[in-house]
């Protein structure tokens, strides 16, 4: 499984932006997908997951309400809406691909396929 993830880039406090992550192979409709966060000198964050089929999907706290994943298994792709960005959000986005079913989680260990990571930058 390959998976690239796209979109990133600079932008105000309060603005938008939307990363997509594409994922070859014929079973993406089957993966368990996840987004992460690292920024500069600090560990790994999870900031989302959904499910194979899009019905379960689990936010980190710090994005609930600003950010809304959703994926398109036709197009092999999950995308990122991200609305009323913080510099808080400022980091590299990854996303990974479960080829278990692990439903909605946030261990990054769970996870066995990641994209290259796509810079997001917020400035206040």
């Known amino acids: 499984v390959q998976l690239q993830a796209s979109g990133g880039g600079l932008v105000q406090t309060g603005g938008s932006l939307r990363l997509s992550c594409a994922a070859s192979?014929?079973?993406?409709?089957?993966?368990?997908m996840g987004w992460f966060r690292q920024a500069p000198g600090k560990e790994r964050e999870f900031v989302v997951a959904v499910s194979w089929s899009g019905s379960s999907i689990y936010y980190a706290d710090s994005v609930k309400g600003r950010f809304t994943i959703s994926r398109d298994n036709a197009k092999n792709t999950v995308n990122l809406q991200m609305n009323n960005l913080k510099p808080e959000d400022t980091a590299v986005y990854y996303c990974a691909a479960a080829i278990r079913r692990i439903g909605v989680s946030s261990d990054p260990r769970l996870y066995a396929f990641w994209g290259q990571g796509t810079l997001v930058t917020v400035s206040s």
């Open positions: 192979g014929r079973t993406f409709s089957s993966y368990d």
